[in-house]
């Protein structure tokens, strides 16, 4: 016989139907479970029904190595974990350089050359590949496009930031309202250069007066949300021993190498974790479009095994003594109240009936996990056997009204699944990993998960 069905029959997107959706109802009906589940999440939320009682209650909050950083910072509603992360770990450096209990050094002075950098980098890139003919309705121009003017980024471009343009005390280049809530002042640096984009392809002979004009006019909007960042300050202060100390003028880069130079932050590398198997361990990966200073160090990462991440972060913290840059994507299985990730902190399958079963590749694989949040490390612990690592203590961006006044915990086993990067010295790798940071590195597109930005 032949068959007279079509292939876009076979291959048609078929309609739920009546009778379909009332064989659901009754099957969801037939289970006393399933109406005790919608009794609980509908009356207190998913999160509370799902929590593990007793894996919450049993996840202890101490450590047998802690590195003490003091008051935690608040990023408010901005995405500048990486930026707030990265002068966590270098006001560390600074409080002992300084002798002081607390300091905090301004993160709006760093966003502000971030995105004066980044405005430049963009328009640059972009003028290169439309003069390359790259079509305007391309995939890559578009993710571009979508992608311009966030606040997220990585180690390598907080460096560069501070190897240029240095770092300054908070309270000499404080926060501003579009700091501390960038949406409004991102929509409209993201109008400008999308502006810029269409004059570029409008007329290709105005590119460079378009990128100059774009520049400039990111410098206004900048300056006129942000403010002015000091080019120079008088510096002086009262150490926590009652002693006044004064440096006099001095500049953010003398600042910066002054009392942070001392730990050599510029020359870590970062570690990641790429599960796909097509991505070898022990070499080094790299994402096409991605960087913020122009001429400054590329964003790129060496591939390693999870473990080899987790003992580097471990030997800093027990042998150096000081916090540790790292990336993860922080949302699954994390209590934001109580400060605690565990991969069995939710039991959201048991609640849904639904076998969640992916591992670590598969879901970076299909875009259900990428690096979001960047924090650092400053505690761990270990068990008596001296081997076994069990937790880590975090400190976290997110103030101090959650968790232990703003520090998490994490479970070693989250580790293994969620967290993705780790900055760490160059000098503490084996011979072969520094000489594969030597090698060139394996282009990604702009669009890989690997390009996710925290």
């Given at each position: 016989?032949?068959?007279?069905t079509?292939a876009?029959?076979?291959?048609?997107?078929?309609?739920?139907s009546?009778?379909?959706?009332?064989?659901?109802?009754?099957q969801?009906?037939?289970k006393?479970?399933?109406?005790?589940a919608?009794?609980?999440?509908t009356?207190?939320?998913?999160d509370k029904?799902?929590l593990?009682?007793?894996?919450s209650r049993?996840l202890?909050?101490?450590?047998s190595?802690?590195?003490d950083?003091g008051?935690?910072?608040?990023?408010?509603?901005?995405g500048r974990?990486?930026?707030f992360?990265?002068?966590?770990v270098?006001r560390?450096v600074?409080k002992k350089n300084?002798?002081?209990?607390?300091?905090?050094f301004?993160q709006?002075y760093?966003m502000?050359?971030?995105?004066?950098?980044?405005?430049n980098?963009?328009l640059?890139?972009?003028?290169?590949?439309v003069?390359?003919?790259?079509?305007s309705?391309s995939r890559?121009?578009?993710?571009?496009l979508?992608?311009?003017?966030?606040d997220?980024?990585?180690?390598?471009?907080?460096?560069n930031?501070?190897?240029?343009y240095g770092?300054?005390?908070?309270?000499?280049f404080?926060e501003?309202?579009?700091?501390k809530?960038t949406?409004?002042?991102?929509?409209q640096?993201?109008?400008?250069l999308?502006?810029a984009?269409?004059?570029?392809?409008?007329?290709q002979?105005?590119?460079d007066?378009?990128?100059?004009?774009?520049?400039?006019?990111?410098?206004?909007?900048l300056?006129i949300?942000l403010?002015?960042p000091?080019k120079?300050?008088?510096?002086?202060?009262?150490?926590s021993?009652?002693?006044?100390h004064?440096?006099?003028?001095?500049?953010?880069?003398?600042?910066?190498?002054?009392?942070?130079g001392?730990?050599?932050?510029?020359?870590?590398?970062?570690l990641v974790d790429?599960?796909r198997?097509?991505?070898?361990?022990?070499?080094?990966?790299?994402?096409?479009?991605?960087?913020?200073?122009?001429?400054?160090?590329?964003?790129?990462?060496?591939?390693v095994?999870?473990?080899?991440?987790?003992?580097c972060?471990?030997?800093i913290?027990?042998?150096?003594?000081i916090?540790v840059?790292?990336?993860?994507?922080?949302g699954?299985?994390?209590?934001?109240?109580?400060?605690?990730w565990?991969?069995?902190?939710?039991?959201?399958g048991?609640?849904y009936?639904?076998?969640?079963?992916?591992d670590?590749?598969?879901?970076v694989?299909?875009?259900?996990?990428?690096?979001?949040h960047?924090?650092?490390?400053?505690?761990?612990d270990v068990?008596?056997?001296?081997?076994t690592?069990?937790r880590?203590r975090?400190?976290?961006?997110?103030?101090?009204?959650?968790a232990?006044k703003?520090y998490?915990t994490?479970s070693d086993?989250?580790?293994?699944?969620?967290v993705y990067?780790?900055?760490?010295p160059?000098?503490?790798?084996?011979?072969?990993?520094?000489?594969?940071?030597?090698?060139?590195?394996?282009?990604?597109?702009?669009?890989?998960?690997?390009?996710?930005?925290?």
């Amino acid at each position: 016989m032949t068959d007279n069905t079509s292939a876009s029959e076979n291959t048609a997107i078929k309609p739920l139907s009546g009778e379909q959706l009332s064989s659901l109802v009754e099957q969801f009906d037939a289970k006393a479970s399933n109406r005790l589940a919608m009794n609980a999440v509908t009356a207190a939320g998913i999160d509370k029904a799902a929590l593990n009682y007793d894996r919450s209650r049993l996840l202890q909050r101490r450590f047998s190595v802690t590195v003490d950083n003091g008051e935690v910072t608040h990023q408010d509603r901005s995405g500048r974990c990486w930026l707030f992360s990265s002068l966590n770990v270098a006001r560390f450096v600074a409080k002992k350089n300084l002798g002081l209990k607390e300091f905090e050094f301004s993160q709006n002075y760093a966003m502000y050359y971030d995105k004066l950098e980044r405005i430049n980098y963009f328009l640059q890139d972009v003028a290169a590949l439309v003069r390359a003919g790259e079509p305007s309705d391309s995939r890559l121009i578009k993710h571009l496009l979508d992608d311009v003017m966030g606040d997220g980024g990585q180690w390598t471009m907080a460096l560069n930031v501070y190897k240029k343009y240095g770092a300054v005390p908070k309270d000499l280049f404080p926060e501003t309202e579009s700091s501390k809530n960038t949406g409004a002042m991102n929509t409209q640096l993201r109008h400008m250069l999308h502006t810029a984009v269409a004059h570029m392809y409008a007329d290709q002979s105005s590119i460079d007066t378009v990128i100059a004009d774009g520049v400039a006019a990111g410098h206004r909007i900048l300056t006129i949300h942000l403010g002015e960042p000091p080019k120079s300050f008088d510096w002086e202060w009262t150490d926590s021993e009652g002693m006044f100390h004064r440096d006099g003028e001095i500049t953010p880069v003398e600042f910066w190498k002054k009392y942070v130079g001392t730990a050599d932050l510029e020359d870590y590398v970062c570690l990641v974790d790429d599960p796909r198997q097509e991505h070898p361990k022990g070499k080094k990966i790299g994402i096409e479009h991605l960087g913020n200073v122009a001429g400054g160090t590329p964003t790129e990462y060496l591939n390693v095994p999870n473990q080899f991440m987790k003992d580097c972060v471990r030997a800093i913290l027990s042998e150096k003594g000081i916090p540790v840059w790292f990336g993860a994507d922080c949302g699954p299985f994390m209590d934001r109240e109580r400060g605690a990730w565990a991969t069995d902190l939710f039991e959201y399958g048991s609640i849904y009936g639904v076998d969640f079963d992916m591992d670590k590749e598969q879901r970076v694989r299909f875009c259900d996990s990428a690096m979001n949040h960047a924090m650092a490390f400053v505690g761990v612990d270990v068990a008596d056997d001296g081997t076994t690592t069990r937790r880590w203590r975090v400190e976290n961006s997110w103030g101090d009204k959650i968790a232990d006044k703003g520090y998490f915990t994490m479970s070693d086993d989250w580790f293994t699944e969620y967290v993705y990067e780790v900055a760490v010295p160059k000098a503490m790798l084996p011979a072969e990993y520094q000489a594969a940071l030597d090698e060139p590195a394996i282009m990604l597109p702009a669009w890989d998960p690997m390009g996710a930005l925290a």
